[in-house]
T-cell receptor, first 113, second 112 residues
Framework: ETGVTQTPRHLVMGMTNKKSLKCEQHLGHNAMYWYKQSAKKPLELMFVYSLEERVENNSVPSRFSPECPNSSHLFLHLHTLQPEDSALYLC????????????FGPGTRLTVL | QKEVEQDPGPLSVPEGAIVSLNCTYSNSAFQYFMWYRQYSRKGPELLMYTYSSGNKEDGRFTAQVDKSSKYISLFIRDSQPSDSATYLCACDRGSTLGRLYFGRGTQLTVWP
């Protein structure tokens, strides 16, 4: 595997389900990010992790819960989501938190029924 | 006012045309400017990365930054059908948080 991988690629869940999104980066980076991408809207930064510590939580509802067990893996735990949470969830990584380019995974297309 | 404004298009051009994609931004603290390309059902991929004002060229692609007018551009020469994608501009203040501010993206179609 190379770059940033995400699983699953597609997820359909009910509002009462609990599911998790997984991200893995194979680039040796030390910062990881979760973004939400909705139609016709800019990418929304959700969480930033640097060296496995959360450094930013961008006013995200508590029904989204991130976890970063090490610098290569990032999870997004989902529970009691709403239909408006349906979107493409993108994971990214970068070498440092600073002004370096971020590299994105292919995303998980989430549909909440 | 949004931090980064980008016309979502869609933009449709014939093969071989010169394409101009543009963004404006409001925060004068932005120092780093990026263009990402996103194909359908894929994540964004970094296309160009520039610091401060000036031009940067990479093959058929040229990124231009004018900090005095807070205007960033991406030019694609000799456009190809394979360039059909959504192009996202992004700006960074250069802080330690790695916080990118994205435009909405412009959907480009290059028809043969």
């Amino acid at each position: 595997e190379t770059g940033v991988t995400q699983t699953p690629r597609h997820l359909v869940m009910g509002m009462t389900n609990k599911k998790s999104l997984k991200c893995e980066q194979h680039l040796g980076h030390n910062a990881m990010y979760w973004y939400k991408q909705s139609a016709k809207k800019p990418l929304e930064l959700m969480f930033v992790y640097s060296l496995e510590e959360r450094v930013e939580n961008n006013s995200v509802p508590s029904r989204f819960s991130p976890e970063c067990p090490n610098s290569s893996h990032l999870f997004l735990h989902l529970h009691t989501l709403q239909p408006e949470d349906s979107a493409l969830y993108l994971c990214a990584s970068s070498q440092d938190q600073g002004p370096t380019a971020q590299f994105f995974g292919p995303g998980t297309r989430l549909t909440v029924l | 006012q949004k931090e980064v404004e980008q016309d979502p298009g869609p933009l449709s051009v014939p093969e071989g045309a010169i394409v101009s994609l543009n963004c404006t931004y409001s925060n004068s603290a932005f120092q780093y400017f990026m263009w990402y390309r996103q194909y359908s059902r894929k994540g964004p991929e970094l296309l160009m990365y520039t610091y401060s004002s000036g031009n940067k060229e990479d093959g058929r692609f040229t990124a231009q930054v004018d900090k005095s007018s807070k205007y960033i551009s991406l030019f694609i020469r000799d456009s190809q059908p394979s360039d059909s994608a959504t192009y996202l501009c992004a700006c960074d203040r250069g802080s330690t948080l790695g916080r990118l501010y994205f435009g909405r993206g412009t959907q480009l179609t290059v028809w043969p």
